[in-house]
């Protein structure tokens, strides 16, 4: 074959068009390849096209890991997404955008257990729940509702997980053999297992002091001495904040300033508890107080348990954001999706990484075949030490920090 000559059935090289992005505009780029023929047996050969997220597809990968960040980042729809392009100019069916994006998903899918794995090796666990419309035409009401767990290892990895239904065997499953572990959550009689397999679950004194708040702004004056106790308890990890302490450091200041304080909360539950109709707003936030109480306390034996389990609930928020706006998840793999591109965007937040920049890059290196084997040198942490185009979020600063303590 070493005789070749170009085939093209009008003379001209043939074109494979892409839809790519740049900014906020729409680009058309062409690839140019040859095809060429043997003079001896016509054998047709062409160079091979490179890698793509979706085969063959009209979109580019630049486009569609863009309309991934949109969707999960920014929370915007693919519908939404469409009719933007439209009013550029650029006519892009939503199912052909939507389908783009699940390839994106399926492509990161090993990214996302590799982060699993990351967070089921960490000492210490934040875990919330919540739920999940699935779109499902073989449902009687065609739609229903699924769950979605969040653990976060060591305030460093974040996991979000799907499932059915929000049954505790699949957190179990998660969680592996290593159940006896330090877990901080809110009230909730899923993760009791934990307890009973010898772990701990350190309480949430966000949650108890939620139902004052709610008391309060129906009218209970009584309500607000609790708020006032609660709020001195959180200004005692706020200094700890500001002044940079270490683990070690917060639990010295604790068990020097808490304890006397936690006294005079349990002493003013205990005055009240009898008197206060347990039906009433306040009577209901009484009783979560001392039902949690025994979790409530546990803050004072480690330096790196938080207050509260707010990191948990923030990363929550993303998926309830865009809950608002796409309404549902097409069947349980859509729901899945969803939960692979969080895990990702949440993992990079919490590592102070961009996340636009860390997906850009990482596709491009799974694209080009990047062995399973090393897909720890992927992961957020160390991909932002070695690739340049990845770059660190601002870190926030003391007073920053001691605001979000604040209560």
Not at 52 to 66: D, K, S
Request: net charge positive; hydrophobic share 40%; aromatic share 6%.
């Amino acid at each position: 074959m070493s005789d070749l000559r170009a085939r093209d059935e009008d003379g001209r090289l043939p074109k494979v068009r892409e839809a790519g992005a740049e900014a906020s505009r729409g680009v058309h780029r062409g690839a140019a390849r040859r095809a060429l023929a043997c003079s001896h047996d016509d054998t047709i050969v062409s160079a091979p096209t490179p890698p793509e997220i979706v085969e063959r597809g009209a979109l580019g990968t630049v486009f569609i890991t863009e309309a991934g960040c949109d969707k999960f980042l920014e929370h915007l729809p693919i519908e939404r997404q469409a009719r933007r392009w439209l009013r550029s100019r650029v006519h892009i069916s939503p199912r052909t955008l939507g389908r783009a994006v699940c390839g994106l998903a399926d492509l990161c899918e090993p990214i996302a257990r590799a982060i699993h794995g990351e967070t089921r090796r960490c000492e210490l666990l934040s875990a919330d729940a919540t739920g999940l419309p699935i779109l499902d035409p073989e449902h009687p009401e065609h739609i229903r509702t699924g769950a979605v767990w969040v653990c976060i290892g060591d305030a460093r990895w974040v996991s979000f997980m799907y499932v059915p239904d929000g049954g505790a065997e699949h957190i179990k499953t998660f969680l592996g053999d290593e159940r006896g572990r330090i877990v901080r959550c809110d009230g909730t009689s899923t993760l009791n297992f934990i307890e009973r397999n010898g772990g701990k679950r350190p309480g949430c004194w966000a949650h108890a002091r939620r139902r004052f708040v709610f008391a309060a702004r129906g009218g209970d004056t009584l309500a607000l001495d609790a708020l006032r106790l609660i709020a001195r308890l959180f200004a005692i990890d706020a200094e700890s904040a500001k002044a940079s302490e270490d683990a070690a450091g917060r639990k010295l200041r604790r068990c020097t300033h808490a304890p006397a304080l936690l006294d005079e909360i349990r002493a003013w539950l205990d005055n009240h508890r009898g008197l206060i109709p347990p039906k009433t707003p306040l009577g209901k936030a009484l009783g979560y107080l001392h039902r949690q109480w025994p979790r409530l306390l546990l803050f004072l034996e480690d330096g790196r348990i938080e207050l509260t389990n707010n990191h948990a609930e923030r990363e929550l928020r993303r998926l309830v954001l865009g809950r608002k706006n796409w309404l549902f998840a097409s069947k349980d793999i859509g729901g899945q999706r969803a939960a692979t591109m969080l895990t990702i965007f949440g993992s990079c937040i919490a590592q102070g990484v961009r996340p636009r920049e860390y997906l850009h890059e990482l596709v491009k290196r799974l694209l080009a075949g990047w062995p399973q084997a090393k897909l720890r040198e992927l992961l957020p942490d160390r991909l932002v030490l070695t690739a340049p185009t990845v770059s660190a979020l601002p870190a926030p600063t003391n007073d920053q920090l001691a605001a979000s303590l604040a209560g």
